[in-house]
C-alpha cells in the first residue's frame, strides 16, 4: 500500500486518476465521508499494486476495549487482532474478582468467531475508578487473597471461553516491586499448566533505577522473566493534563524500547500503540487546562472544518496542526498512517513479538489495513 499527503488543490477525484485506482477504495480506506473533502498535509493510504508473494513478519497484534464497544466498530477490527484484551476486571482486599459492569459476554463470542483469543484484564482500580496502590498491596501481600483471586481468574477462564489474562497494575509502591513479581509469577504457575499464556503491561522506562511511581514498582528484567509476553506502555507523553505534544513519539518511544531490549528478550516485547489523539486549547496553564480525547479520523474532520493545514513533525515522527475557534487557539496532535508505519519499523527492525493497541473502542482502519500490509498477523485456531 502507497502512503500519500494531499497537497493544494488534490482531491479525491484527481487522486484516483493519478494512482489508477477507484475512488471508492481510497474512501474506504480513509473513512472519508460527504461531501470528501481532504486536508492539506493529511496522509492518505492508497490501495496500489499488489505483491502477494512478499514475506511478511509474523507478529501478534492485541487490542484493548471496553463492553460498550461498538459491536460494528469490534467486528470491523477483529480480523486484525490476535488478542482483544477485555477491559476491565477489578478485585476486593480479599481477593475476589468483580467483572465489568456490562456484560463481556457477546464480546468473547465474536472474538473466539474470528479466530481471536479473548483475554481477560485484571486491573486494581479503587471506589474512585483510579489504579490504587493501597488495593495492590493488600492482595500480593496475602497469600489467602492470592488464591481466592487466582481460583476466580481460573473460573472465568475456564467456564467463559477466555484464552489468557493480562495484569495491568499501574502506581505500585516502590516497597512492593519483589512481592509484584512473585504476584505474576503466582498467576502464571496457576494458569500456565492449562495453556493460558500471562502477560504484564509495563510502564515506560528507560532504566533500572528511574524514579517515579510509575516506574520503581515495576522491574523489567524480572518481569520479563515471569510473564509469557509483556506490553510497553509507549504513549501518554502528551496527555490529558499536560502541555501539548505528541502522544507517542517516536524518538521517546525508541528509548523506552531500547532500554527493554537490554533486559527483555524482543519474542516477548509488545509495542504499545495509541489509536486517539488531542485537542489542547492554548495557552496550557498546569493544574487548569485540560485536553479533549478525539479519535484519529475526527482529528482530521476538524481540521478541514477549520481550513487547518495538518504537518508532520520529523523527530516526533507524529502529524499535528493548530486552529482557531472562537477566538482560541487549539493544538492538536494525533496519530496518521506515517506515524504509524514509524512505530510499525521498529517492531520490524527489532523483531519485537507485536504491538498492542490502547484502544480500539475508535476505527481507524487505514491503520489496520497497513498493519496488515506490512505483517501477517497470528491467529488462533
Known sequence: MTIYIVKQGDTVDSIAEQYQIS??????????????RLAVGEALLLSTASDSLREKPLIYAGGYAYPFISSWVLSQTLPYLSDLYIFSYGFTTEGRLIPPALDDTWMIT????????????????????????????QVIHSPSAMSALRND???????????????????????????????????????????????????????????????????????????????LMTYEWGYTYGPAMAVAPINKVNEVLQYALTVIPPEKIHLGIPNYGYDWTLPFVRGESKAVTIGNVQAVQIAIENYATILFDVTAQSPNFHYTKQAQLHEVWFEDVRSMDAKFHLIDTFQLRGCSYWNIMQLFRANWLLLNDRFTITKYR
Not at 112 to 121: E, Q
Request: charged residues 20%; proline residues 7%.
Open 153 to 231: 481468574i481460573l473460573a472465568q477462564i475456564t467456564e467463559r471461553g477466555f484464552q489468557g489474562l493480562d495484569i495491568d497494575f499501574e502506581y505500585i509502591l516502590p516497597e512492593d516491586k519483589d512481592a509484584f513479581v512473585e504476584f505474576v509469577l503466582y498467576m502464571k504457575e496457576g494458569l500456565s499448566p492449562l495453556g493460558y499464556p500471562v502477560s504484564v503491561a509495563l510502564a515506560p522506562k528507560t532504566s533500572d533505577d528511574q524514579k517515579g511511581l510509575l516506574y520503581e514498582g515495576k522491574d523489567y528484567k524480572r518481569l520479563g522473566e515471569m510473564a509469557d509476553y509483556v506490553l
Open 23 to 36: 475512488v471508492d477504495s481510497i474512501l474506504y480506506n480513509n473513512q472519508i465521508p460527504y461531501p470528501y
Open 110 to 137: 465474536l472474538a473466539r468467531s474470528y479466530n481471536t483469543a479473548p483475554i481477560l484484564t485484571l486491573t486494581p482500580f479503587g471506589a474512585d475508578g483510579q489504579f490504587s496502590n493501597y488495593l495492590i498491596s
